[in-house]
């Protein structure tokens, strides 16, 4: 047999014994224990000490049997623990109504914003993604540039998908084009029911339009439906538009009034998360109708939106390199160096593309990041309301704490306990906040223009998610209360007296985090609302109030004009008129021009306007004329362009500009006869760059070139005016429906991104104050309540009420100034770093940081007040005799 | 009757329980069957099987004195019951009565 000694010498690993122990029930315990023990003490005698040791592991893990392991018994009183959690939850959540209620209130509404944030900036990373090709498919767009002036644009010419799909047929699997005129509306008829409209959303397709992309047809074949000329695809809201119950199938739409497109299948609406959204499809080939028969050859007017998709395993870049040779090919000589093709993937359109001629406005990456940002900013701050006062509350669940030890409870079930409680306060306010984000969705998706179903709460990914964060949120948050409050020294708590909260350094640090964090928002909130002010409002060089806007593209208007114009110029409140390429201040074209002293032509911003451009805009004049009417040449022979084009020409004054010769696409054209001063002619997101006005007066232009009427009215009378204004146009162009907008409400559309943006920082930040203010309002209670007695005392020795406030509110007052201090560098970091992407922004200036302090520091100063004021009302004799 | 059935590790270790009369514990139940048998089942195994048999009633236990090797920790002695035993014989006459029907020895090996 084994001496003692000897086995002293020789044991075996002691953590396998204690894993034994902690997974093995009593039962069995002793016996296993025995087993393993004497095995060992075999092993030990035959075999090197390592060999024996590995054995005795062995054997432990072999004893992880269904059988050995603890249960029953020891569930039932697991059940039963929970139970008591449960109920002690329960009754400390009604003990202290006030506390809880800003516990779970703080949290439910941070969690709500979370989800609603959440929501959003997954349904913004879910754009386009619905194409099963959509990793393959690829935007081709055109760089046209020399030095630093042209355009970046995302579409096309008419030749070029096609010689794309045919030059580099084994790298491209399918190639689809769009076009719309770059027309903001287009008009369809149903001649059969007299119902007729200006349509926004008209696209012709070519026949591969289902091979790219998944939209569904909901009637009708996807291989055909737009193989035949003269075609049209509608979706289900616009057949019941234009058809209400009728079916639509084979029946014949009117457009433009000329041209017979008949049904041949019915789309699904299209999907919000899609970056451009359509009503019509007409089949490519019916626009050969337009254009004489063919389509259009150049290659160097690009109104096409070209998509292709990339066969499987080709690389964008084995596209991207053969792209140069491409282009000296085909391209006409005098632009093809200017140009380089890019391609740009479908799904970073709409976060990211930001090109002259995209189909509708994108939104911004960043705004993604920011709106992230905040949904963090409020989690933390609900979360560390939550933790504070949970700590808070330490104090008052001391005695049972202490009840608790001396009756045996370990520190390890206090913990349990106090995070079972932590998890199961956060749950609730999930499921609070789960509750609001369902009132509010409705509301939100109007907000953001999104249309999110409510059911996406019910999403496996989604619940899993929300569910992950309850548990973390809980976890976390009840870690630390979890730990102060088990740690309290049984003796002490229950002697009662003064009970000193270790906690106060860490909720000094909590609160000071809180309040930067607040700050900070509310900072930013300032500077977005100024920027997007200072956006809208900052003078463009150029009146954008009281223009009306009539779109008259491929409409007969260019033979009408003349009259028109007379017709309407009769009511005294139309003071000018005139015709215009793209919408004045937002969108513009681009044209070659060779200015003397250049040697080769080079793109530079264009504009087509009629007479009365520069008055009607109210656009200065800095030197020369502007287009005059009695001049027949000013036609072709004469040119205006803007102070920035003078300055890049290296001309010193406007003045020495007046009289330079122009050479347009060859020709030697005519000379500068005015210059006017520089205008936002596109969004202020762009710096201010060269620009060539020129009149365009061919009847023909309003197929192409001149997109709108524009209409300056009088303010006062806008109803009248546009009544004048329809009369005129039923007199010129009966047949056709009259529409029109206001030219500032389209400038608007420009800053979407931002007003966006600009809403939803505004709501959350206010909801974030709020939560904040809620977790101040919490902390101040529970300091006022800890101090009942001193106030008592203080009292009774002639403390007066203001000096209590002062006593109250001076730590808050320094925390929140410690706040602000933090609170400045940051913001103005970030904001500056924001602001630097716009063009035309505003200075980072002192006002928003001295207000959003002061702003903090005054509810603050409030809540806290509220509570110093209560207390200064206590009367000592109740909280001194209550020992 | 579910209660009879014996799996055959079970039926082993039913066995030699019976065949060690006073002394059958773990360790020793364990050391005869890698004697027996040339398997060496894992203690896990082994005490997996004694709790099943002892479920069904085929083998009871009870808890031996405290001595000073193992740690000074008890042992658990099993005993075959009347039930067990009778399961045994069961078994073995199925076996048995089964085997008697198989053909001659030459006839397989044909």
Redesign the interface.
Known sequence: ??G?EE?KRKTPPKWPDKFLGWFCHED?L??????????Y??HIETMPKWKADLLFI??IL????P??FKRKSQNSIHIAMFRNYFKVTYRNFIKQKVYSMLNISGLAIGLACAILIFIYISDELSYDKFHSKSDRIYRVLEKFESEGVGEHSASLPFPTGPALKNDFGRQVEHAVRFFNFQSPSLALANKAADKGFNESSIFFADSTFFDVFDFELIEGDKETALDDPNSILITRSMAKKYFVDDDPMGKTLEFQGDQNLMITGILEDSPKNAHFQFDFIVSFSSLKASFGGSYPTSWYWNPCWTYIVLEENTKPSDLLGQFPDFVQKYFPDFVKDDIELQLQPVEDIHLTSKLDYEIAANSDMKNVYIFGMVAVFVLIIAAINFIYLSTARANKRAKEVGVRKALGSAKSQLINQFIFESILLTFTSLLIGVFIVILILPGFNALTEKTVPISILLEPLFLFNLIGAGLIIGLLSGFYPAFVLSSFKTVSVLKGGHLKINGMNFRRILVTAQFSISIMLIIGTFIVLKQLDFLQSKDAGFDDENIVMVPVIQSPMGQHYENFKIAALQSPHISSMTAVEEIVGAKYQVGNYLFEGMEESKPFPRFNVRHDFVSTMNIPLAAGRAYDQTIQTDDSLALIVNETLVHSMGWDTPQEAVGKRFNFRGELKGRIVGVVEDYNFASKHYPIAPLVITLNTRPRAFNLFIKYVAIKIDGTQTKTAIADLERAWVSVLPDRPFDFFFLDDRINDSYKSEMKLSDITVIFSTLAILVACLGLFGLATFSVEQRTKEIGVRKVLGINTSQIMLLLSREFMVLIGIAFLIAIPLAYYSLNEWLNDFAFRIDIQIWPFILAGAMTFFISAITVAFHALKASYINPTETLKSE | MKHTQLGEFEELVLLVVGSLHENAY??SIKAELKEKTKRNP????L??AL?RLEKKGFITSY?GGAT????G????FYQITAFGRKALDQSYELRSSLYHTLPNIGYAGK
């Open positions: 047999m084994l003692n086995g069995h002793e016996i296993l224990r025995g087993d393993v023990y004497e095995l003490e075999e062995l054997n072999g004893l992880c049997r059988f050995v | 773990s360790i894992s203690i896990g195994a005490h997996s709790n808890e000073t090797e193992r740690g920790r008890r042992k658990r």
